[in-house]
T-cell receptor
Framework: GAVVSQHPSWVICKSGTSVKIECRSL??????MFWYRQFPKQSLMLMAT?????????EQGVEKDKFLINHASLTLSTLTVTSAHPEDSSFYIC??????????FGPGTRLTVL | GNSVTQMEGPVTLSEEAFLTINCTYT??????LFWYVQYPGEGLQLLLK?????DKGSNKGFEATYRKETTSFHLEKGSVQVSDSAVYFC???????????FGKGTTLSVSS
């Protein structure tokens, strides 16, 4: 079946630093990937839609300069949290859209900003 | 706009009990409906889905029927196991594969 990986699975960083999270579709090509954010005991909220070769589309209220998304190839999208602050601590989940428009989710990345 | 409302948990059951997790939705057009499961420390896994009214999705003993008249997609299982303990998310999508809209999730705990 289709597999999506995320790296790292967890990361701890100091306030003010930047963190890059990778999302890879391992056995299929994905022109579209999605980035979600999940707060503890809450639902997944869409942050942005990442399209290969073009700029990401951000949801209302998501700062594009803070959450940089790059979808440089058909199997890789990256989310960089710039100048991270403690309120950015969260669980970040990506999904990749397959050929039949189904979505396959990565295992998530837990970010803790000290 | 589109939205999903899920019953709040946690739901605590004994092994072999009957499970129902309610999910209702608001949507324009003809959405697809999904149930995802998230086991502790893991990512989301698709449990089942239905793409049109009256469709029944089923997997691993779980079932849900797409009811357009009641805008519902309730998850049921006749006999739960300890291994079913997880967080269950109801979600709404479309045929074009845009991002999913999730409910808040329901935590299920099954004890032996």
């Amino acid at each position: 079946g289709a597999v999506v990986s995320q790296h790292p699975s967890w990361v701890i960083c100091k306030s003010g630093t930047s963190v890059k999270i990778e999302c890879r579709s391992l056995d299929f090509q994905a022109t579209t990937m999605f980035w979600y954010r999940q707060f503890p005991k809450q639902s997944l909220m869409l942050m942005a839609t990442s399209n290969e070769g073009s700029k990401a589309t951000y949801e209302q209220g998501v700062e594009k300069d803070k959450f940089l998304i790059n979808h440089a190839s058909l199997t890789l999208s990256t989310l960089t949290v710039t100048s991270a602050h403690p309120e950015d601590s969260s669980f970040y989940i990506c999904s990749a859209r397959g050929q039949r428009n189904e979505q396959f989710f990565g295992p998530g990345t837990r970010l803790t900003v000290l | 706009g589109n939205s999903v409302t899920q019953m709040e948990g946690p739901v605590t059951l004994s092994e072999e009990a009957f499970l129902t997790i309610n999910c209702t939705y608001t949507a324009t057009g003809y959405p697809s409906l999904f149930w995802y499961v998230q086991y502790p420390g893991e990512g989301l896994q698709l449990l089942l889905k239905a793409t049109k009214a009256d469709d029944k999705g089923s997997n691993k003993g779980f079932e849900a029927t797409y009811r357009k008249e009641t805008t519902s997609f309730h998850l049921e299982k006749g006999s739960v196991q300890v291994s079913d303990s997880a967080v269950y998310f109801c979600a709404l999508g479309n045929q074009a594969g845009t991002a999913l809209i999730f409910g808040k999730g329901t935590t299920l705990s099954v004890s032996s």
